[in-house]
């Protein structure tokens, strides 16, 4: 059970049944959206940049516990930091899931999803929100206002 | 062969067959509950295989000599077993494919093609797997026609009077599953067909789930055509069958078009093989039929009716106990239902489950099973599935249960 207890540690499970900024942030300008077909997760993030700074986030969809923690941990990361840095912390967060390096403290809350490198199949559940997230920094587009 | 049907089921002793039951899974005797996704294989049809490869193999209906024709009539043996395996009239009626994916693809392509125009409608179910909607929606989108979908009720139930009323002169088709891969359901395929022919309606049946569980004979349910894949019936994968009556296999024009299925070649024309033969273009998978004929012979020898009976006492059993637990729910709860036991857990989703259970050397599908729409009709993004085939024991469901317990215990 220590494998397991390493994947769903209690700060996930506290994030996939109360998740951080969730919805729609008023002033997003920013949205993409992203699924895996696979297990039927989809997720929404948007985000409002203003002069290269991420300054809201939020995010709406359904998944399961790594992902919808993975989201909300992921919107409470990267508030209020630059495009750039955003990147380089989602390079950082994939290598250390995939276990390509180890964690350290430049992940802060993030070094939570350490256990998913035991758990190949579930990588794509951790960084579903953050590619979408990057979906929406490059792309991004306007939020439709409808 | 068959052993009586009122013979004991020694489980125990069918388990010894399957090689892959006796290792260990994390540490932990493996409970293989993904039948309904694939079979295991028995030594039987492993043996067949390489027997095939080590002593007989030559490509059929080719060579002068002893090895082809051995090989050929290996070949040959094997259609005669699906044949009597599904209760047909004639060995020409069945056709080799690859799975039943492929034999609806040439069912929509063939007839299809030829039967369904501006305007015509196919019916299909809400609870179908996506190989038995997408041929059908492309048909349609090419044709023009409309894709019609009979209702199901929230237990998982066919709405046999609404689909009664969806039956027009515009109908062209009806296809649908025999038992559900998603939740279980068996369909009352007998009534179907009698109201689809009572206005001339061909009758298309899903088998993949319901050969490998019960005795099934195309001639007493009346239908058109009727498919299944080898995999799931303990075969191996790469082959699968349709039956269809022999006059719309004659009437039908090729699938797909080539070596073996021609009766003679010239660059102006060319005119086709006899039935099988002209849907079965290029080298066959004759490895593939070979096995699935060792797969057939060995449910035949354990008897059908005895595994249907082993399948439902433990379907029973699960349920009983998946009922225990507080936190569970059972989607599909159809009055008659085969093999398959589909639940979500309060507050954890799927996957979540798939993985806690692994853990536990237990092998269950989470996801949408092939089955979107069915998914969208429950409101539903997902569920667990347990799925039983003829080797799993009382034991493989209690540990199911103390997993969920788990489960439960994790997230609270």
């Not at chain 2, 009352?188 to 689809?196: D, G, H, I, Q, T």
């Not at chain 2, 070979?290 to 020898?301: F, K, T």
């Not at chain 2, 269950?364 to 039983?388: E, F, K, V, W």
Request: proline content about 5%; hydrophobic content about 40%; some cysteine.
């Amino acid at each position: 059970m220590s494998e397991l207890r390493e994947l769903y540690q209690t700060m996930i499970l506290d994030h996939y049944k109360r998740p951080r900024n969730r919805g729609r942030p008023e002033a997003a300008d920013r949205r993409a959206a992203g699924d895996n077909p696979l297990c039927g997760d989809k997720v929404t993030v948007f985000a409002r940049v203003k002069d290269g700074v991420v300054t809201d986030v939020g995010f709406e969809g359904s998944g399961c516990a790594i992902s919808t923690a993975s989201a909300s941990l992921m919107t409470e990361s990267v508030k209020g930091r630059r495009v750039e840095e955003v990147a380089k912390l989602f390079d950082r967060f994939h290598e250390v899931v995939t276990g390509a390096s180890e964690p350290g403290s430049d992940l802060g809350k993030l070094t939570v999803f350490v256990g998913v490198r035991e758990f190949p199949m579930r990588v794509k559940c951790a960084t579903l929100a953050w590619h979408t997230l990057r979906a929406a920094l490059e792309g991004g587009g306007a939020v439709s206002t409808e | 062969m068959s052993a009586r049907p009122d013979a004991p089921y020694d489980v125990e002793r069918v388990r010894k067959d399957f090689p892959i039951l006796q290792r260990s899974m994390r540490g932990k005797p493996l409970v293989y509950l993904d039948t309904a996704a694939s079979a295991q294989k028995p030594q039987a049809v492993i043996d067949a295989i390489v027997d095939l490869y080590s002593k007989h193999y030559a490509n059929i209906h080719r060579g002068l000599y002893e090895l082809s024709e051995t090989s050929t009539r290996l070949f040959d043996e094997a259609r005669e077993k699906v044949r009597r395996l599904l209760g047909a009239a004639d060995a020409r009626e069945i056709v080799f494919t690859r799975n039943a994916t492929e034999a609806i693809n040439l069912v929509a392509a063939s007839f299809g093609r030829t039967h369904v125009g501006p305007g015509d409608e196919v019916l299909i179910t809400h609870l179908e797997h996506h190989a038995n909607i997408v041929p059908w929606q492309q048909l349609c989108l090419e044709k023009d026609a409309r894709l019609r979908v009979a209702p199901v009720s929230d237990a998982g139930e066919l709405r046999l009077e609404e689909l009664e009323r969806m039956i027009s002169p515009r109908t062209k088709l009806v296809a649908l599953a025999h038992v559900s891969n998603a939740l279980g359901t068996i369909n009352p395929v007998r009534e179907v067909v009698a109201l689809a022919r009572a206005h001339g309606v061909p009758v298309l049946v899903d088998g993949a789930q319901a050969v490998p569980r019960f005795p099934v004979d195309v001639r007493a349910l009346g239908c058109d055509f009727y498919v299944f894949s080898g995999h799931k019936l303990y075969g191996p994968t790469g082959i699968g069958a349709l039956w269809a009556r022999a006059e719309h296999l004659e009437a039908m024009p090729p699938y797909q078009t080539g070596g073996d299925m021609i009766s003679s070649v010239s660059f102006e024309k060319t005119t086709w093989n006899k039935i099988p033969h002209k849907f079965e273009a290029g080298t066959p998978d004759i490895a593939g039929a070979v096995g699935l004929g060792a797969a057939i012979d060995y449910v035949s020898a354990l008897g059908l009716e005895r595994i249907a009976r082993h399948e439902d006492d433990l379907l029973a059993h699960g349920t009983r106990l998946l009922g225990e637990i507080p936190e569970v729910r059972i989607v599909g709860t159809a009055r008659r239902k085969a093999g398959v036991l589909s639940f979500v857990v309060e507050g954890v989703h799927p996957h979540d489950v798939g993985t806690i259970l692994d853990q536990e050397g237990i092998a269950i599908r989470a996801g949408h099973h092939c089955a979107q729409p069915l998914m969208d009709r429950l409101g539903l993004p997902a569920t667990a599935r347990a799925s039983l085939g003829l080797y799993n024991r009382s034991e493989d469901l209690e540990r199911l249960a103390a997993g969920l317990r788990k489960v439960v215990e994790m997230f609270r």
